[in-house]
C-alpha cells in the first residue's frame, strides 16, 4: 500500500488546491505535498516495497497493480525531487491563478508517477495519457505567444502515438494465454518473429515520439520555447524519460528479437538526432531553445545506447536517466532566473553575471560542466558507459556520436560565455538575488557532484533491472 | 413486450394531455413519470414478469440483452428530457405533442431490441423514423428546419423502399422473414438464391446504413441536424441512432455468415469511408452544431466496429458506445442549446463566465474524443478491441487511430475556445440548477471512465 502514497498524495493536495484562493497559501500546499512526496521516495530506497495489487476491471482481467523495481525507483526519485525543486525555485514567478497552476502540476505528477509505478498495461496506457493532460492545460493557459498551435502539435503528436501502443496493448492482450494485461502475461505471451515486430513497432512509435527520436522531434523545441518554464522543467527532466522508461519497460524485456533485430536502424536515427540538434544548438541565441536542443542531443544518445543493447550501455543509460533530470533542471533554473528578472531569452543581450551574480555565475558554469558530462559530473559516468556500449557495437557509430561531446562543449562554453562574461548588460543589470531559487540549485549541484564522484548507491538501485534485462 | 405496450399507450395518453391540460410543466411531469412507469415496466418483464403474455408466433423474441438495451434507452431518454424540458417548451405551442411523439419512437426502439423477424425490422423503423420527420420541421416557421424535415422525409422513404426491396429479395432468396434464417449452400444447386439473399442483404445493410448515418449514405445527415431544433437533433443523434446501432448488430450478426469474406471487405469500406468523411469535413466546420454532425457520422463509424464479427465485446461495446457517447452528446448539446450563435467563437472565454459549465463541456468533448478516465475512452477500446479479435487487419485500427487523433482537433477546438481565448461568450441565461444537471452526466462518463463493468453486471443474470 505505501507506493499508492505517491499517487494519493498529489491528487489530495490538487484537489485541496482547487479550493484556494490565497496565493501564498497555494504555494505553501504545493511545497509541503511535493516535499512529503520526496520524502516518501526517499523512504522508498531504504525499505522493502510490497506490490500494491487490487481489484479494478475484472471484465477485462486488467489489475491495479503497482510495483516497484529499481528502475521505476530511479525514476520516482527523479520526479519527487524535480517537484519541489520547481516549486521551490519558481515561488517568485508571477503566475495569474496559481491554485490552479500548481493543482494541474501535481497532477501531472500524479500520473507521471503512475507510469513508472504501473504493472498493468492497460495502467500503463491510462497514466500515460493521464500525465498528457494536465500538461495540455498548463501549456496552453500559461504559456507564450504561440502558446495554442505549438502546444496542440504537441497533444496531437503524442496523443496519435499513444492510440498507437493502445494497439499494440490491445494485440498483446489478445496473444496472452490468460487474456490479461499484466506484465507476466505479456513475458509469456509467446510471439512468433513476425508477430513480435509488429508488436514492437506498434509500442515503438509512442515512445519514439516521447523521446523524440529523429524525425519525430518536431514537436519538441516549440513545446519547450512556448510553455511556462515550470513546465518545460517538468517536460524535459521528467516527462521525456518516460519514453526511455517505456523501452526499458516494455521494448526490451517482451520483444527480444524484434529489438535485436532493429538495434541499427534506431541507433542511426538516434545519432542523426544528436548531430542534427547539437549543430542547431550552436546556432541558437535564444538560451531556451539552447538547452531544449541540447537535452535532444543528450536523450538522442541515451537512445541510441540503449539501443546498442549492450549491458554497460544499459547501466549508462538507468544512470543517465537521473543524471540528465538533475543536470537540465539545474539549466533550467538558472535561464528562468534570468528571463524572469531581466525579460530577455536572448544570449546577445546577456553578459557579465559573473560580476553581477558570482554565486549564480558559478553554478552555471558547474552545470554546464556536468552539460558537457566533465570529469567529477554525475554525466561523465553515464556518458563514459554508454560511449563504450556505442564503441563494442560499431566504433564509427560511437566516433560520430563522440563528435556530438565536441559540439557540446561548443554550444555549452559559448553561452557561458556570452552569459556570464564581459561586461554588465543593460539586461543583466536588473538581475538581483533570488535566494530560494539559489537554494535549490546548490542542493542539485551537490547531488550532480556526490552522485559523480561516488555513483555506487545508483548502481546498487538499479542492478535489479540490469540483472532482469541482461542475464535471463 | 412490456415495454412496446406501455410507450406505445403512454404515447396516446400524452396526446390526450396535450388536448387536455394547459399547464406545460404539468405535461413535462406527466411525461417523466411515464418514462419512469416504462422504466419499471421493462425491467419487470427482465425480471419474468409481463402484462400481457402473447405468443408472438416468432416475430419477436425478448432476450436480457434486448431488454438491457431497452433500459439504457428509456434512461437515456429519461436524462434527456430531465435536463431540455424547458427548450422543448419553447418549441411549438404544446410540448406534450413531442413528448408524444417520443414515446412513439421509443415503441419503435422496443421493436428494433426485440425484433426476430424482418418485417418487424420494417415496421420498428417506420414507427421509429415517421415521428422523427415531424420532429426535425416542428420549428414551423424556421424555413431550414422545413426544408430539413423535407429533405429527411424524402431520402427517408426512398431509404425504406429499398429496405423492403432487401427484405423481399432476402424472403424470396430462402422463404422466410425468420433472421436465423436456414443457410444456402450454392454447389447444391441453389446459385440464384444465394445471389438473391446477398443481393438483399446488400439493401438492407445500404438502407441501414442510411439509418445511422454511415458514409456513403450520410448526405442527409449535416443537414438534417443542422436544420432540426437543436434539441431534436440531440435526441436524433444520440437515442435514435443508439437504437438503429442495436438492430443492424442484431441483423448482420446472425447474418454475417452468409456473406462470408466479401462481406468483410464491404464493412471495412463503409467503416474506413464513414471516419475519412466524418473526420475530415468536421475539421472544417465553423459552425458547433454542423461539426457536431459531422462527428456523430464519425463516431458512426466506431460504432460500426461492433459488426465486424460476432463477440462479446462486440455486444458489450455496442451499448457502452452507445451509452457513452449518447450521454455526452447529450451534454453537449444541451450547452450548445443554451448559445446564442453556434460558431466556435462563441465559446470564447467561457471559462471565465461560467467555470462549472466550461468543466463539463470540457469533459464531455474529452469522453467524445476517447480520453481515458472518460466512458469515451472504454467505449473506443472495446471497439477497438471487438474489430481486432474479429480478424480485422491491423491497417484498419492503425487508420481508425488515426482518424481518432484526428477528431481531437475538432472537439478541442471548443476547449481552446473556452479555455485559451479571451472574450465573452455569447450565452443565454442559465438557470443555476441546469449546470448541476449537467454535471450529473459528467459524473456518469467519469464513472464509466474508470468502471465501464458497472454498465455490464447487469447484463448477465
Known sequence: MFLLSFLLIPIVAAILLLFIQHEKRAQDIAIVASVVSLAAAVNMLFINVSTVDLTWLQVLNSRFVLQADGLAKILILLTAISFPAIFIATSKNHVAQKNIFLSLMLFTQAGLMGVFLAGDALLFYFFWELALIPVYFLCSIWGGEKRIAVTFKFFIYTFLGSLIMLIGIIYMYMHTKDHSFAFASFMEAGLTNTQQVTAFALFFIAFAIKMPIFPLHTWQPDAYDQSPTAVTMVLSAVMVKMGLYGVLRWLMPLFPSAFSAHTNIVMILSIIGILYASFIAIKQDNIKKLIAYSSIAHIGLMSAALFANKEVGTQGVLIQLFSHGINVLGLWIIADLIEQQTGTKSLSEMGGLAKKQPTLAILLVAFSFANVALPLTNAFVGEFLMFNSLFQVNPWMAAAAGVSVVLAAIYTLNMVQKCAYGDVSVAIQKMTTNKPAQAVLIVLIIIVFVTGVYPQPLFDLTKDTLLELFVK | ?461
Open chain 2, 1 to 461: 413486450m412490456n415495454a412496446i405496450i406501455v410507450s406505445a399507450l403512454l404515447g396516446v395518453i400524452l396526446m390526450f394531455c396535450s388536448w387536455g391540460l394547459k399547464s406545460e410543466s404539468l405535461q413535462k411531469n406527466i411525461a417523466l413519470i411515464g418514462l419512469l412507469v416504462l422504466i419499471v415496466a421493462n425491467l419487470a418483464q427482465l425480471n419474468g414478469w409481463y402484462v400481457i403474455d402473447i405468443d408472438t408466433k416468432g416475430m419477436l423474441s425478448f432476450s436480457s440483452f434486448g431488454l438491457y438495451a431497452n433500459t439504457i434507452l428509456f434512461i437515456l431518454t429519461f436524462l434527456y428530457l430531465w435536463i431540455n424540458a424547458e427548450e422543448i417548451e419553447a418549441i411549438g405551442h404544446q410540448s406534450a405533442d413531442f413528448y408524444a411523439l417520443f414515446f412513439f419512437i421509443l415503441c419503435g426502439a422496443s421493436i428494433l431490441t426485440s425484433f426476430d423477424n424482418l418485417l418487424m425490422l420494417f415496421i420498428g423503423i417506420e414507427i421509429l423514423s415517421i415521428p422523427l420527420y415531424i420532429l426535425t420541421g416542428s420549428d414551423k416557421k424556421n424555413l431550414l428546419s422545413n426544408e430539413a424535415a423535407l429533405k429527411y422525409f424524402l431520402m427517408g422513404a426512398f431509404s425504406t423502399g429499398i429496405l423492403l426491396l432487401g427484405i423481399t429479395l432476402c424472403y424470396g432468396a430462402i422463404g422466410s422473414f425468420r433472421l436465423e434464417a436456414p443457410v444456402i449452400i450454392p454447389s447444391k444447386g441453389m446459385a440464384l438464391e444465394q445471389y438473391l439473399l446477398s443481393a438483399g442483404l446488400i439493401l438492407i445493410f445500404a438502407s441501414m446504413n442510411f439509418k445511422v448515418s454511415a458514409a456513403p449514405f450520410h448526405f442527409w445527415t449535416p443537414d438534417v441536424y443542422d436544420g432540426a431544433p437543436t434539441v431534436f437533433t440531440s435526441f436524433m443523434a444520440t437515442i435514435v441512432k443508439a437504437a438503429g446501432f442495436i438492430a443492424f448488430v442484431s441483423i448482420f450478426h446472425a447474418q454475417s455468415k452468409a456473406l462470408g469474406y466479401s462481406w468483410e471487405l464491404l464493412l471495412t469500406f463503409v467503416i474506413l469511408a464513414t471516419l475519412l468523411v466524418g473526420n475530415i469535413s468536421a475539421v472544417f466546420q465553423r459552425s458547433v452544431k454542423r461539426m457536431l454532425a459531422y462527428s456523430s457520422i464519425a463516431q458512426a463509424g466506431f460504432m460500426l466496429f461492433a459488426l465486424y464479427g460476432v463477440s462479446d465485446f462486440a455486444n458489450e461495446g455496442i451499448l457502452l458506445y452507445a451509452v457513452v457517447y449518447s450521454v455526452a452528446s447529450i451534454g453537449i448539446f444541451a450547452v450548445l442549446v443554451k448559445m446564442k450563435d453556434y460558431g466556435f467563437e462563441a465559446f470564447n472565454g467561457l471559462s471565465k463566465t461560467h467555470p462549472l459549465l466550461a468543466f463539463v463541456t470540457t469533459i464531455f468533448l474529452l469522453s467524445l474524443a476517447g480520453i481515458p478516465l472518460t466512458g469515451g475512452f472504454f467505449a473506443k477500446y472495446y471497439m477497438l478491441n471487438a474489430i481486432l479479435s474479429a480478424g480485422a487487419g491491423l491497417w484498419v485500427v492503425i487508420i481508425a487511430v488515426i482518424f481518432a487523433a484526428i477528431s481531437v482537433y475538432y472537439y478541442f477546438k471548443v476547449i481552446q475556445a473556452m479555455y485559451f481565448i479571451q472574450g465573452t461568450p455569447a450565452i443565454k441565461e442559465l438557470p443555476t440548477t441546469y449546470t448541476y444537471k449537467l454535471l450529473v452526466l459528467a459524473i456518469i462518463l467519469l464513472v464509466l471512465g474508470v468502471f465501464p463493468n458497472l454498465l455490464f453486471n447487469y447484463l448477465y443474470f
